[in-house]
């Protein structure tokens, strides 16, 4: 009975191995030819200057937000304080 669960889980193994590299997904692939790195460095890079550009304009949106926020409710908070 022990046996037989270990071949179930050596076949189940074996199966899922089959199907990784059908579908092309190798575990830790490091090719031999180092150019292969270039188009994912590149859309790495585009990615990066994309997050980039995202959190600054976040940022600068919420300032605007936090000027007007100020304006607006400037005179509630003078009132609270006096």
Do not use: C, W
Not at 18 to 35: A, C, R, S
């Amino acid at each position: 009975m022990k046996f037989r669960f270990i071949e179930m889980v050596m076949d189940a193994i074996i199966v899922l191995k089959d199907v990784i590299q059908y579908m092309g997904m190798e575990f830790l692939y490091f090719p031999e030819d180092k150019t292969e790195y270039i188009p994912s460095v590149i859309i790495l890079i585009i990615f990066m200057i994309g997050a980039g550009l995202a959190m600054y304009f976040f940022i600068k949106h919420s300032k605007k937000e936090e000027k007007k926020t100020e304006d607006q409710y400037r005179d509630i908070i003078n009132k609270d304080t006096d």
